[in-house]
T-cell receptor
Framework: GDSVTQMEGPVTLSEEACLTI???????????LFWYVQYPGEGLQLLLK?????DKGSNKGFEATYRKETTSFHLEKGSVQVSDSAVYFC???????????????FGKGTKLSVKP | DVKVTQSSRYLVKRTGEKVFLECVQD?????MFWYRQDPGLGLRLIYF???????EKGDIPEGYSVSREKKERFSLILESASTNQTSMYLC?????????????FGPGTRLLVL
C-alpha cells in the first residue's frame, strides 16, 4: 500500500546551519506531497506542498521538490533559526471513498531542535 | 483563514467513562478527520467523514465511534475510555470539491485516561 518514510530524529542543529529532512514515498498513481509542521503544544499546519512531478513547494525559507524518479520529497532550508524548532511531517494524498482526493498518509515525524 | 476548533485542550478522564471530543470547522468543508498522535507512531487515522451523516473507518477505529449530524461538526466518542486511549487527538478538515487536498488541523486535545 501507499506509505511515507522519513528520517528519524531527533535532529539537533545550531542556528544558521543547513537542514535536510529526507522523505521518500511509495504510491500508486500520482499523489500530491506535503510537509506539515507542528510547533510545541499546537496542531499541524501546512508548510508547503507540491502537486505534480518536478514541482517545488516553498514557504518560510523551506523548499522541497517532488522527484518522481527517486520517489522523494526532501525538505531543505539553507539557514535554520531557533524558531524553526518543531516536528516536521511528510505526507501524501490518497483517494478516499468519496472518489476524490482527500485522505493523507503521514510519515512518523522528525523532531528538529535548533540551538542558539 | 480556515479555523478548526476543538472543545478542549486537555482532558482527564477515568477508565470506563464515556468521552466526547468535539471538533468544529468554519469553512463549510466536506471532509473531516480524527487522528491520534503518539510518540514514535506519528498520526494514525481513526475515522473520517466526507459528508453529513457519513462516516468511514480509518486505520484504528476500534474503541471509537463518531457522529456528524451537521456539516461543521464532527464528534469523536470513546464509549468506555481505557488507559491505552491516552493520547493526543487531532481533528482536521478539507474541501476536496475544489481539488484542494490540504487538511487544516485544530490545536489538538491531550487526553489522559486514569
Amino acid at each position: 500500500g501507499d506509505s511515507v518514510t522519513q528520517m528519524e530524529g531527533p535532529v539537533t542543529l545550531s542556528e544558521e546551519a543547513c537542514l535536510t529532512i529526507n522523505c521518500t514515498y511509495t504510491a500508486t498513481g500520482y499523489p500530491s506531497l506535503f510537509w506539515y509542521v507542528q510547533y510545541p503544544g499546537e496542531g499541524l499546519q501546512l508548510l508547503l506542498k507540491a502537486t505534480k512531478a518536478d514541482d517545488k513547494g516553498s514557504n518560510k525559507g523551506f523548499e522541497a521538490t517532488y522527484r518522481k524518479e527517486t520517489t522523494s520529497f526532501h525538505l531543505e532550508k539553507g539557514s535554520v533559526q531557533v524558531s524553526d524548532s518543531a516536528v516536521y511531517f511528510c505526507a501524501l494524498s490518497v483517494p478516499n471513498y468519496g472518489g476524490s482526493q482527500g485522505n493523507l498518509i503521514f510519515g512518523k515525524g522528525t523532531k528538529l531542535s535548533v540551538k542558539p | 483563514d480556515v479555523k478548526v476548533t476543538q472543545s478542549s485542550r486537555y482532558l482527564v478522564k477515568r477508565t470506563g467513562e464515556k468521552v466526547f471530543l468535539e471538533c468544529v470547522q468554519d469553512m463549510d468543508h466536506e471532509n473531516m478527520f480524527w487522528y491520534r498522535q503518539d510518540p514514535g507512531l506519528g498520526l494514525r487515522l481513526i475515522y473520517f467523514s466526507y459528508d453529513v451523516k457519513m462516516k468511514e473507518k480509518g486505520d484504528i477505529p476500534e474503541g471509537y465511534s463518531v457522529s456528524r449530524e451537521k456539516k461543521e461538526r464532527f464528534s469523536l466518542i470513546l464509549e468506555s475510555a481505557s488507559t491505552n486511549q491516552t493520547s493526543m487527538y487531532l481533528c482536521a478538515s478539507s474541501d476536496p470539491g475544489t481539488g484542494e487536498e490540504t487538511q487544516y488541523f485544530g490545536p489538538g486535545t491531550r487526553l489522559l485516561v486514569l
